[in-house]
């Protein structure tokens, strides 16, 4: 299993996740400073026995630009995890909650993943005319939490610099 390290910007701003492969590179070099490890792991090399970084903060300042995740049918089934949020199967369709043909939005908030089955059914209504209930409100998701799910990472011990 790919080993995932946290890297902080020099302001300790959650910049991105990286391999551990890259992590030791910028420690290596000097651009990166441990801030949290790993107590059930070592990396063992031939002559040395090293911890395992969980946290690293860059040294330097990166001007990140702002990112968001953009809105693709692939990136509304990531956010729901691949379950229809109307009846809680597998899906792998996108719902307008407020169908398109009658001004609903390619927004966040208006779309859903959905199965065929609840796709289908709903048609062009709306959940309350087509009595069927979201299972949640669906919101923007949050670049962090997004890029997580995407690569399916654990929170390990990242809490407190989320
Ligand atoms: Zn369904």
């Not at 030791?24 to 090399?45: F, N, Q």
């Not at 939005?105 to 009595?131: F, L």
């Not at 998701?141 to 399916?152: E, G």
Request: net charge positive.
């Amino acid at each position: 299993m790919a080993e995932y390290v946290l890297v902080l910007n020099a302001g300790y701003e959650f910049l991105n996740v990286t391999s551990l492969h890259r992590a030791i590179k910028l420690l290596y070099k000097g651009k990166a400073e441990v801030l949290e490890i790993r107590p059930d792991r070592e990396i063992h090399s031939p002559s040395v026995t090293i911890d395992m970084p969980s946290i690293i903060r860059l040294l330097y300042y990166i001007v990140s630009p702002f990112r968001e995740v953009p809105l693709t049918k692939k990136n509304v089934l990531i956010r729901d995890r691949h379950n229809c949020q109307y009846c809680g199967k597998k899906g792998n369709t996108v719902d307008h909650i407020l169908p398109r043909s009658r001004g609903g939005k390619d927004v966040w908030t208006n779309c859903v993943c959905a199965c065929g089955h609840c796709n289908t059914g709903k048609n062009n209504r709306t959940p309350a005319e087509a009595d069927m209930k979201l299972l949640r409100k669906p919101k923007k998701p949050m670049y962090i939490t997004w890029f997580l799910m995407k690569w399916d990472i654990g929170l390990l011990n990242w809490n407190k610099y989320l």
